[in-house]
T-cell receptor, first 113, second 116 residues
Framework: AQTVTQSQPEMSVQEAETVTLSCTYD???????LFWYKQPPSRQMILVIR??????QNATENRFSVNFQKAAKSFSLKISDSQLGDAAMYFC??????????FGGGTRLMVKP | EAQVTQNPRYLITVTGKKLTVTCSQNMNHEYMSWYRQDPGLGLRQIYYSMNVEVTDKGDVPEGYKVSRKEKRNFPLILESPSPNQTSLYFCASSFRGPTPSNYGYTFGSGTRLTVV
């Protein structure tokens, strides 16, 4: 079974600084998708960024980028120029060919003004 | 507006009193799913449905039932709720494409359930 691990239950960052959230996963598949979701206090699940395993290029979305290391099964999220609105729970997730979306335990990010 | 609608947002109930949490999507998605979210455990899948009349168990199905009589609706039923089912519940839907590139999940706003 696939597992997703987020080893940092909580992280904090100073406003305007950069922070990296870690995620590792375990799978025997070669073609899959990885995601980072943001959950603000409103509880809404918001897709931040998506990475296709067959693509070597790391995905980027404005201030959000990933470092995808397929051999190491690592998928970290980098947030640049952190803003107060980035404070939230962040979940790493994995999916393969129609199977269920498997989530990590989450990392709570606090942004200090 | 494309969305997944869950109701209610908050629910407090007593042990053993049957309840239903509704979920409806307006995007003609084939795939629908229920998750529960607990601190430190992330979101875990309860049940999912690939299409009408097709449902299957996820990781934590015990104590729950679902049905998929129509494409747009996927209610979650707790026949006899217990305190260990106190949690935050999410419904999600997506197209079920031939490749993972179609797997864009849309989540509902969540239902905070407390069983006393």
């Amino acid at each position: 079974a696939q597992t997703v691990t987020q080893s940092q239950p909580e992280m904090s960052v100073q406003e305007a600084e950069t922070v990296t959230l870690s995620c590792t996963y375990d799978t025997s598949e070669s073609d899959y998708y990885l995601f980072w979701y943001k959950q603000p206090p409103s509880r809404q699940m918001i897709l931040v960024i998506r990475q296709e395993a067959y693509k070597q290029q790391n995905a980027t979305e404005n201030r959000f980028s990933v470092n995808f290391q397929k051999a190491a099964k690592s998928f970290s999220l980098k947030i640049s120029d952190s803003q107060l609105g980035d404070a939230a729970m962040y979940f790493c997730a994995y999916i393969y060919a129609g199977n269920m979306l498997t989530f990590g335990g989450g990392t709570r990010l606090m942004v200090k003004p | 507006e494309a969305q997944v609608t869950q109701n209610p947002r908050y629910l407090i109930t007593v042990t053993g009193k049957k309840l239903t949490v509704t979920c409806s999507q307006n995007m003609n998605h084939e795939y629908m799913s229920w998750y529960r979210q607990d601190p430190g455990l992330g979101l875990r899948q309860i049940y999912y449905s690939m299409n009408v009349e097709v449902t299957d168990k996820g990781d934590v199905p015990e104590g729950y039932k679902v049905s998929r009589k129509e494409k747009r609706n996927f209610p979650l039923i707790l026949e006899s709720p217990s305190p260990n089912q106190t949690s935050l519940y999410f419904c999600a839907s997506s197209f079920r494409g031939p490749t993972p590139s179609n797997y864009g999940y849309t989540f509902g706003s969540g239902t905070r359930l407390t069983v006393v």
